[in-house]
Each structure stands twice: as C-alpha cells, then as structure tokens.
C-alpha cells in the first residue's frame, strides 16, 4: 500500500456566510489523535489540539459529565477556533451550545437562571419513539354511500407495494380521512395503525403519465418496497431546556424562538429531572451531556462562578469549557486578583489547555486557508508581505486586510492581489499600534482626551473602578491583557 | 501479505453480515405477506355464515367448521407476529454488528425502549419539530 494524498471534500451543497472562524470543518486529527500540521482549517497549535481531541473522545464516551476546561492563551491563538473544531468534531448528535461571558448579563433574568438555561441546554435526551405503518401505493378504492343520505358509509381500499398487494375493509371514520385528504387510485399513502391518521406522500411516479396537466403541488414518488404494514422507530434528541419551557408555560414553544422564557421554577426543573431519571431507569431514555463552551470568562461574576462550581457536582452537568486571554487580573464582583480572572476553587477543578502565540510559517498557512475562504486569489509576494504584516501587527489585522485587498485589486479589473494592493489597504485602514501612535501625537485635538489626567489616577488608584486608561500602545507585546 | 489478508477478512466479515441483513429484509415482507392474507381469511370468513369452510393449509384445501378454521388463523397470526419481532430485533443486532465491522459507531439509541404514545404525542404536541 502505497502513500495516498488525503484529500478533503468540502460540502459544497451548503451556501453559508463567511464569518471569522466559517473555515474550520474539524480539529483535523488523525486516527491516533494525533494532530495533523494543516487539517480541516486548523493549522499548528498542535498540543491544545490534541488535548482538545482527547476532550472530545471523553464526551463521546460519555465519560466526563460536569468535568470543567479552560482554554487559556494570548489573544489570537486559536482558542475561539478550537471550540468551533470540538464542536465539529462531536457532530450533531451531541448537544454544543456556545456562548459568550456576557451574555448573562440581561434584564430579564438573573444571572443564575441564564447560567442554568445555558446548562440545560447542553444536556440532550434521547428518547425513541415507535409507531406501525401501512405504506403503500392505492391501486384502486370503492366506497359506497348508503342510498338514504343517512348511515355508514362502507369501503375497500386496495394498496400494493413492489411485492405485494392487500387489501382492507374501511369503516367510516376512515372513510372521512381518506375522502379529506382526497385519496385517489396512484397516490402513495401511509396509515397510521394505532392512530388512524392517513398521509398522503405524493403521487406514484407510474402514474404520472395519467392526466397532462397536473395540480402545481403535485409530488410523485417512488411505489414503496417491502413489506405492507412496517414499524418505524425513530430516535430524537431533545434538550432539557426545551422540556423545560414546554412545561413552564401553556404555548411555551413559542417561547423557544423569541428566547423569552423568563424564570423557571425550581419545582418544575426538579419535576423534569425526575421524570427524566424515571425514564432512564425504565430505559425509555438516555441523558446524552453535550458541552457548554462560555467565551470570555472572565467576564462572569463571583456569584456566577459559585454557582458554577455547585452545578458542576450534579449528575446530569455537561461539560463546559471556557476560554480566556486574560493574565492574573481582579475577579468581577471582588477587589481580589486571581489568575484568569477565575477564582482559584474553580481553577482547582479545570483542566487547563494552554494555547501559544502561531509561528511565522502558521500565520502564512492560516492567512492562506483564509484567502480560499474568502475567495481571494493572492500572489505568493503579496502573501509574504501580508505574513510580515501579520507578525508585526496581529493575525486578525491581516485577515481584515484580505477582503479589503481583494476589493482594492477588483477595482482595477484584475483578478490576482498583488503587493500594490497590500500597501494600499495597508495605509487606508489602520491597525492597533499605529492608531494609538496617533493618538498620543495628536491626544490634545481629541474631544475629552483624559491623558493628562493618567499620572494622578495611577498614583490614586486601587486596582477596580479606575478612570478609563487609554492604551498605551503596547497590546501586542504583552504576553496577556489586562 | 498480512494487510491484504486483513482486508479480504474485513471484506468477507461486511458481505457476510450484508448477506443476513438482506436475507432477513426478504423474510419480513414473506412474513407480512403471510400476515395479510391471514388478516382477509379472517375477515371473509367472518362475514360469511357457512358451518363449514374452505381453507388452503399449505397447499391443501382443507373444509373444516368455521370455528376451527378461525382458531388456526388465529394462532397462525400470534407466530407470524412473534417471528415478525424476533426479525426485528435480529435486524437491529446485526445492523450495528456490520457497522462496528466497518469500524463506524453503532446507531444510538438501538437499546431504547419506545415512549408510552400519550407520552410522546404530549411532547409533540408542543415541540413542532420533533
């Protein structure tokens, strides 16, 4: 067996719009979990992506529910990304809900209520549901009316499939059904056993040639195989949070689309998770815990994060991973300093990934993976150059100069970026340094300039509730914010 | 030498497992066609009167009195129905055998036991998209 080229098929079929991290497919590991240089829109970061793949095969085994990962790194280091591989990676099957630290904040709920929406969101149930029907096409039907208006009706229906034919008394109530959903000789139908509901799937591609003019709604489909009366058991996954909001209020569905929910009492959270458990034991369902990921962590609370730590202990907790690029800064809510942002008891019990700044070569192979994503042919110059941009500046200054490149390049009817191009949009649109250079420069023509003022409050501050420093132009260089 | 040998093993092991699957398939709609016929015996000698009627057991017509002949119908439904389920559950075995065979995850939700119908209409009712 020889080396064979891997090649990687794009779904092309979806048409979807290009955001920041829309190139990742996967964590582009191997089947040793072992990550690849380039696979599936990632590039490098090659420990947090095999740490992340570990993750992602626990959660599959079903194997660390209420387990907690932190995802710590500079900014621009892939952590955002990372979570949208694992996502990818898990499928569909599993329950990921993403959200940012935020988000919590809202006026209509408190904090905490947002926080267990966010977790019960991420634990998926799975429950089956199982029905026997007849499917098959009609090849003829004879229903007779009684002659005084009055009484039942009575009728026979003929189906037949590829293998066979059968057929079957009806009595009125059915009759009703099929004279409502207008059932002729040549449609396909499928009747309900236990219910009696009769479905009209379209009309039997054999019969097509029937009449020339047919109705704009008409479907025709293919004469059904096998056997008459089947069973049909599907399984669906629901999501706690929707069982949740269903009993909470009498149209409560409703209240999943416009997100208003509002407070869900504890007593009918506790009523579900009974109910639930009553099914697992009976073996009517299983608890499938998906992964909760929080962006900006940093931006939760004490109270938050101590409610987090008792939620996490529950049986049925998903898992949450969280990222953060803050370095050793004040907790929200307290004047103490811990690291992340993070309260240490919390700390205790993550698993910490770290993510490192992207080498040169990365930061080329990511900005290329980028130009195909946007649909930017680039010379090989102009990639070098933009590299060079990227190292200087940041990863993300450089991909916002991709589009913007390409238009600039458009504009002069050519169809390849080139190095003209880069240094256009490089002076048109600044990037962080040189935008604060300026304004130190110019600060006193700037309305409200407080740079002045920035030597007193230094001295006077405390650490929390400080006037708004402007940054002093050294945010790359930093290992970590503030 | 020892690759090539694993992949005809592979190989042999899915056909194997595809030949029962399809067998099996063949066997329900035998099975339902059997079903079905017995289901219109039953109704047509139901509706008759006669003492006594004709009846094929398997390829012989055999008379017999009409309570007789609604007994064997009868009995002869409760095995169709017993071996009708008993090819299911074969079925759903063999299924995620041949594609644990083929090295992908098995179907989840093969172990699960069916929701009551009051139960999961109620879920319906107000999750449309179920």
Same mark, same amino acid.
């Given at each position: 067996m020889g080396e064979t080229?891997?090649?990687?098929?794009?779904? *092309?079929?979806?048409?979807?719009?290009?955001?920041?991290?829309?190139?990742?497919?996967?964590?582009?590991?191997?089947?040793?979990?072992?990550?690849?240089?380039?696979?599936?829109?990632?590039v490098g970061q090659k420990d947090a992506r095999r740490a992340?793949?570990?993750?992602?095969?626990?959660?599959?085994?079903? #194997?660390?529910? !209420?387990?907690?990962?932190?995802?710590? !790194?500079?900014?621009?280091?892939?952590?955002?990304?990372?979570a949208v591989g694992m996502a990818q990676a898990l499928g569909t099957e599993t329950p990921f809900t993403s959200m940012s630290g935020s988000e919590i904040y809202s006026l209509e709920m408190s904090k905490t209520e947002a926080l267990s929406q966010a977790l019960r969101k991420s634990i998926g149930v799975r429950i089956k549901e199982e029905t026997e029907i007849?499917?098959?096409?009609?090849?003829?039907?004879?229903?007779?009316?009684?002659?005084? !208006?009055?009484?039942?009706?009575?009728? #026979?229906?003929?189906? =037949?499939?590829?293998?066979?034919?059968?057929?079957?008394?009806?009595g009125n109530k059915i009759i009703e059904c099929f004279m409502k959903e207008k059932i002729q000789a040549g449609d396909v139908i499928t009747i309900d056993k236990a219910s009696g509901k009769v479905n009209k799937l379209g009309r039997s591609f054999t019969r097509a040639r029937d009449y020339d003019a047919t109705g704009a709604q008409t479907r025709f489909v293919q004469c059904p195989e096998g056997e008459l009366q089947k069973r049909k058991e599907v399984v669906h996954t629901v999501t706690l949070h929707e069982i949740d909001v269903i009993n909470s209020r009498t149209h409560g569905f409703l209240a999943l689309f416009s997100g208003d929910t509002g407070e869900i009492k504890q007593e009918v959270r506790d009523q579900i998770n009974n109910?639930?458990?009553?099914?697992?034991?009976?073996? #009517?369902?299983?608890?499938?815990?998906?992964?909760?990921?929080?962006?900006?962590?940093?931006?939760?609370?004490?109270?938050?994060?101590?409610?987090?730590?008792?939620?996490?202990?529950?049986?049925?907790?998903?898992?949450?991973?969280?990222?953060?690029?803050?370095?050793?800064?004040?907790?929200?809510?307290?004047?103490?300093?811990? @690291?992340? !942002? *993070? @309260?240490?008891?919390?700390?205790?019990?993550m698993i910490i990934i770290r993510t490192v700044p992207y080498?040169? =070569?990365?930061?080329?192979?990511?900005?290329?993976?980028?130009?195909?994503?946007?649909?930017?042919?680039?010379?090989?110059?102009?990639?070098?150059i933009l590299t060079r941009i990227a190292t200087d500046t940041s990863l993300r200054y450089a991909i916002q100069l991709i589009t913007?490149?390409?238009?600039?390049?458009?504009?002069?009817k050519a169809t390849e970026v080139n190095t003209e191009d880069v240094k256009k949009v490089y002076s048109l649109f600044l990037d962080e340094n040189r935008s604060s250079k300026i304004l130190k420069e110019y600060q006193d023509d700037y309305m409200f300039s407080e740079i002045n003022e920035h030597e007193e409050d230094v001295a006077a501050a405390g650490g929390g509730g400080a006037k708004r420093r402007i940054d002093t132009g050294d945010g790359d260089a930093q290992a970590m914010e503030h | 030498m020892t690759e090539a040998v694993r992949s005809v093993d592979i190989i042999s092991q899915t056909e194997e497992l595809a030949d029962k699957i399809l067998a099996n398939k &063949?066997?329900?709609?035998?099975?339902? $066609?059997?079903? &079905?016929?017995?289901?219109?015996?039953?109704?047509?000698?139901? $509706?008759?009167?006669?003492? $006594?009627?004709?009846?094929?057991?398997?390829?012989?017509?055999?008379k017999m009195k009409r309570t007789q002949a609604i007994e064997l119908i009868k009995k002869d439904q409760q095995q169709i129905e017993q071996q009708i389920n008993l090819i299911y559950s074969e079925q759903k075995i063999l299924v995620n055998k041949h594609r644990d065979v083929e090295f992908k995850s098995p179907f989840s939700g093969t172990n699960l036991k069916p929701l009551d119908r009051k139960e999961f209409s109620a879920l319906k009712a107000n999750l449309p998209m179920l």
């Amino acid at each position: 067996m020889g080396e064979t080229e891997k090649i990687e098929v794009r779904d *092309i079929t979806r048409i979807e719009r290009i955001g920041a991290h829309s190139h990742i497919r996967g964590l582009g590991l191997d089947d040793v979990l072992e990550a690849r240089a380039v696979s599936q829109g990632m590039v490098g970061q090659k420990d947090a992506r095999r740490a992340a793949g570990v993750v992602v095969q626990m959660v599959r085994e079903g #194997k660390i529910a !209420g387990r907690c990962i932190l995802l710590a !790194g500079e900014p621009s280091t892939g952590k955002t990304a990372i979570a949208v591989g694992m996502a990818q990676a898990l499928g569909t099957e599993t329950p990921f809900t993403s959200m940012s630290g935020s988000e919590i904040y809202s006026l209509e709920m408190s904090k905490t209520e947002a926080l267990s929406q966010a977790l019960r969101k991420s634990i998926g149930v799975r429950i089956k549901e199982e029905t026997e029907i007849i499917e098959g096409e009609v090849v003829e039907i004879q229903i007779e009316r009684p002659a005084t !208006g009055t009484g039942q009706k009575v009728g #026979k229906v003929t189906l =037949k499939t590829t293998e066979m034919e059968t057929n079957y008394d009806l009595g009125n109530k059915i009759i009703e059904c099929f004279m409502k959903e207008k059932i002729q000789a040549g449609d396909v139908i499928t009747i309900d056993k236990a219910s009696g509901k009769v479905n009209k799937l379209g009309r039997s591609f054999t019969r097509a040639r029937d009449y020339d003019a047919t109705g704009a709604q008409t479907r025709f489909v293919q004469c059904p195989e096998g056997e008459l009366q089947k069973r049909k058991e599907v399984v669906h996954t629901v999501t706690l949070h929707e069982i949740d909001v269903i009993n909470s209020r009498t149209h409560g569905f409703l209240a999943l689309f416009s997100g208003d929910t509002g407070e869900i009492k504890q007593e009918v959270r506790d009523q579900i998770n009974n109910k639930v458990l009553e099914w697992r034991e009976e073996g #009517k369902a299983e608890i499938n815990p998906g992964v909760l990921f929080i962006d900006e962590v940093h931006m939760l609370d004490i109270e938050c994060f101590s409610f987090l730590n008792r939620a996490l202990e529950s049986d049925m907790a998903p898992v949450v991973v969280m990222a953060t690029n803050r370095g050793i800064t004040r907790i929200r809510g307290t004047n103490y300093r811990s @690291p992340h !942002g *993070i @309260p240490i008891d919390l700390l205790d019990r993550m698993i910490i990934i770290r993510t490192v700044p992207y080498s040169e =070569k990365e930061v080329k192979e990511i900005l290329k993976i980028r130009c195909e994503e946007e649909d930017c042919i680039m010379h090989p110059d102009a990639l070098t150059i933009l590299t060079r941009i990227a190292t200087d500046t940041s990863l993300r200054y450089a991909i916002q100069l991709i589009t913007t490149a390409n238009l600039v390049c458009r504009r002069r009817k050519a169809t390849e970026v080139n190095t003209e191009d880069v240094k256009k949009v490089y002076s048109l649109f600044l990037d962080e340094n040189r935008s604060s250079k300026i304004l130190k420069e110019y600060q006193d023509d700037y309305m409200f300039s407080e740079i002045n003022e920035h030597e007193e409050d230094v001295a006077a501050a405390g650490g929390g509730g400080a006037k708004r420093r402007i940054d002093t132009g050294d945010g790359d260089a930093q290992a970590m914010e503030h | 030498m020892t690759e090539a040998v694993r992949s005809v093993d592979i190989i042999s092991q899915t056909e194997e497992l595809a030949d029962k699957i399809l067998a099996n398939k &063949q066997e329900l709609t035998v099975m339902d $066609k059997r079903r &079905q016929e017995n289901r219109e015996a039953l109704r047509v000698i139901e $509706k008759s009167d006669e003492p $006594k009627v004709w009846i094929t057991v398997g390829s012989m017509l055999v008379k017999m009195k009409r309570t007789q002949a609604i007994e064997l119908i009868k009995k002869d439904q409760q095995q169709i129905e017993q071996q009708i389920n008993l090819i299911y559950s074969e079925q759903k075995i063999l299924v995620n055998k041949h594609r644990d065979v083929e090295f992908k995850s098995p179907f989840s939700g093969t172990n699960l036991k069916p929701l009551d119908r009051k139960e999961f209409s109620a879920l319906k009712a107000n999750l449309p998209m179920l």
